[in-house]
């Protein structure tokens, strides 16, 4: 059996939720390597509806294991939020849900930070979700971070003091009384948290690297979750209008301690068409009546924060550049079905930059930003394709839509989801993901 990393190919809200809802039950093990509450999705389960930001969906498959990796940052408040809405419902946590001891601690101070931030950045900010993820993530790298690890070392009080004053500086320069705040920033304070959140967290606490890796040594398979998408990883998305970790596959290692060699494939998880949230280049981005078609048929608003999604056309250029830095070999291609009523759809296959034609996405924002989209043009197919289970029953033309994209961006598409329901999907013949899963998926 095979480790593989999903990992989304674009800005995130790919649906990679109903993906790896799809491949748990051929795996042991799923695990989250970056991120924190700031991602989510809606899981359907049986007639009820799930929503989770930090919690694999693995959870709603009685026998897997979850994990929550040392590169994540985990807010304990919301953790626990999901957990009792998880137990309230008679899903059972105990026993199969687990966090790194290496993994930072999101402190309720985070979000503060984050929100103060973005209002005194007025039309630079980022459009985080304001959970406090830059903030928390900034701790980690500048040292200051605390860890399940640390939750209750006799360090901490001197730690906080370190801390705290920077913190309430930075509050009072952004224009914010630090004292006015819900959340107390004192050292004593956050110091009583961490204490109360170590006994509450400690039956969820454990080495991950040590379980995973021998999950691995005795045959087992691992199911790696990359959240966001590769557009807003810290080091290759499109910086600073990103999120604060490595959301592509690379970051599965380092964000779990499993070594890169025990990965065996990443499939990437690619939607039929572009959206984003928050601020930052786009450059396949619609407006007017399509714009308004994909948002609402597309439902694309988002599930952490309710924003409505930016929508565009799909972007080859981006999808190549997801597949170079990821690894990508098979695709999970999603929501094909929200295209059906269009009449004619288009693809953006390279860039026109002052008069250039550019095939692969610059690292500069400003050139990013005068991009004319150069555009193929596919008739639609103007027929409903929710359900359809197999490739040929798709009309010729979404069947042409989908060789093309694979062809442009370079890797076999093993799956094509046409709804939101788990059984609304198509599984290549003889697919690499099929290989890797050891049979059928679904
Ligand atoms: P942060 O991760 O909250 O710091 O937000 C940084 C950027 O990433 C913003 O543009 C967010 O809208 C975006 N972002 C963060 N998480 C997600 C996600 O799960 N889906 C889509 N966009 C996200």
């Given at each position: 059996?095979?480790?593989?990393?999903?990992?989304?190919?674009q800005?995130?809200?790919?649906?990679?939720?109903?993906?790896?809802?799809?491949?748990?039950?051929?795996?042991?093990?799923v695990?989250?390597y970056q991120?924190g509450?700031?991602?989510?999705h809606?899981?359907?389960f049986?007639?009820?509806?799930?929503?989770l930001?930090?919690?694999p969906?693995g959870i709603l498959?009685?026998?897997m294991?979850?994990?929550l990796?040392n590169?994540?940052?985990?807010?304990?408040?919301a953790?626990?939020?999901?957990?009792?809405?998880?137990?309230?419902?008679?899903?059972e946590?105990?026993?199969?849900?687990?966090?790194?001891?290496?993994?930072?601690?999101?402190?309720?101070?985070?979000?503060?930070?984050?929100?103060?931030?973005?209002?005194a950045?007025?039309n630079?900010?980022?459009?985080?979700?304001?959970?406090?993820i830059?903030?928390?993530y900034e701790?980690?790298v500048s040292?200051?971070g605390i860890?399940?690890?640390d939750l209750?070392?006799?360090?901490?009080?001197?730690?906080?003091?370190?801390?705290?004053p920077?913190v309430?500086?930075?509050?009072?320069g952004l224009g914010?009384?630090p004292d006015a705040l819900?959340?107390p920033i004192?050292a004593?304070?956050?110091?009583?948290?961490?204490r109360?959140?170590?006994?509450r967290?400690?039956?969820?606490?454990?080495?991950?690297?040590?379980?995973?890796?021998?999950?691995?040594?005795?045959g087992?398979?691992?199911l790696?979750?990359?959240?966001q998408?590769?557009?807003?990883?810290?080091?290759?998305g499109s910086?600073?209008?990103?999120t604060?970790?490595?959301?592509?596959?690379?970051g599965?290692?380092?964000?779990?301690g499993?070594?890169?060699?025990?990965?065996?494939?990443?499939?990437?998880?690619?939607?039929?068409y572009?959206?984003?949230?928050?601020e930052?280049?786009?450059p396949?981005e619609l407006?007017?009546?399509?714009l308004?078609?994909?948002r609402?048929?597309?439902r694309e608003f988002?599930?952490?924060?309710?924003?409505p999604?930016?929508c565009g056309?799909l972007?080859?250029?981006?999808a190549r550049?997801?597949?170079?830095i990821?690894?990508?070999?098979a695709?999970?291609?999603?929501k094909l079905d929200?295209?059906d009523?269009?009449?004619?759809?288009?693809?953006?296959v390279?860039?026109?930059?002052d008069?250039?034609r550019?095939?692969?996405?610059p690292?500069?924002?400003?050139?990013?930003?005068?991009?004319?989209?150069i555009?193929?043009?596919?008739?639609?197919?103007?027929e409903n394709?929710?359900g359809?289970?197999?490739?040929d029953d798709?009309p010729?033309?979404a069947?042409?839509?989908v060789?093309?994209?694979?062809?442009?961006?370079?890797?076999?598409?093993?799956?094509?989801s046409t709804?939101?329901?788990?059984?609304?999907?198509?599984?290549?013949?003889?697919?690499?993901?099929e290989?890797?899963t050891?049979?059928?998926v679904?």
């Amino acid at each position: 059996m095979s480790n593989v990393v999903v990992v989304g190919m674009q800005w995130g809200d790919e649906g990679k939720g109903k993906v790896v809802d799809l491949l748990c039950p051929k795996f042991e093990a799923v695990a989250r390597y970056q991120g924190g509450n700031n991602a989510g999705h809606t899981v359907k389960f049986g007639d009820q509806h799930f929503s989770l930001h930090l919690i694999p969906s693995g959870i709603l498959h009685a026998d897997m294991q979850c994990y929550l990796g040392n590169g994540m940052v985990v807010n304990p408040d919301a953790f626990f939020e999901e957990t009792s809405n998880l137990e309230a419902r008679g899903v059972e946590v105990e026993g199969r849900l687990w966090v790194s001891d290496r993994a930072q601690v999101l402190l309720p101070m985070h979000p503060e930070i984050d929100l103060a931030r973005e209002a005194a950045a007025g039309n630079a900010k980022i459009g985080t979700t304001s959970r406090g993820i830059g903030p928390a993530y900034e701790h980690k790298v500048s040292r200051f971070g605390i860890r399940v690890a640390d939750l209750d070392s006799e360090a901490l009080m001197g730690r906080f003091e370190m801390l705290v004053p920077r913190v309430r500086a930075e509050l009072e320069g952004l224009g914010v009384d630090p004292d006015a705040l819900a959340t107390p920033i004192n050292a004593t304070a956050l110091t009583d948290y961490c204490r109360e959140v170590a006994v509450r967290l400690a039956p969820y606490k454990t080495d991950v690297s040590l379980a995973l890796n021998d999950l691995i040594g005795v045959g087992g398979s691992v199911l790696f979750e990359g959240a966001q998408g590769a557009l807003l990883d810290i080091d290759h998305g499109s910086y600073p209008y990103v999120t604060s970790s490595n959301s592509s596959s690379g970051g599965a290692a380092i964000g779990t301690g499993v070594p890169p060699t025990a990965m065996d494939g990443v499939l990437g998880v690619l939607k039929a068409y572009g959206t984003r949230v928050g601020e930052g280049p786009f450059p396949a981005e619609l407006d007017g009546t399509v714009l308004e078609y994909l948002r609402d048929r597309g439902r694309e608003f988002g599930t952490t924060t309710g924003r409505p999604r930016r929508c565009g056309w799909l972007d080859t250029v981006v999808a190549r550049y997801a597949r170079r830095i990821n690894g990508i070999r098979a695709i999970a291609l999603t929501k094909l079905d929200v295209l059906d009523d269009l009449e004619e759809i288009k693809v953006c296959v390279g860039y026109n930059i002052d008069g250039e034609r550019v095939d692969e996405l610059p690292a500069d924002l400003a050139k990013l930003g005068r991009v004319q989209p150069i555009y193929e043009t596919f008739p639609g197919w103007q027929e409903n394709t929710i359900g359809r289970l197999r490739f040929d029953d798709l009309p010729v033309n979404a069947q042409q839509y989908v060789r093309f994209i694979e062809e442009e961006v370079g890797a076999e598409i093993s799956l094509v989801s046409t709804g939101p329901k788990r059984e609304e999907t198509i599984m290549m013949d003889d697919s690499l993901l099929e290989s890797w899963t050891g049979g059928l998926v679904g």
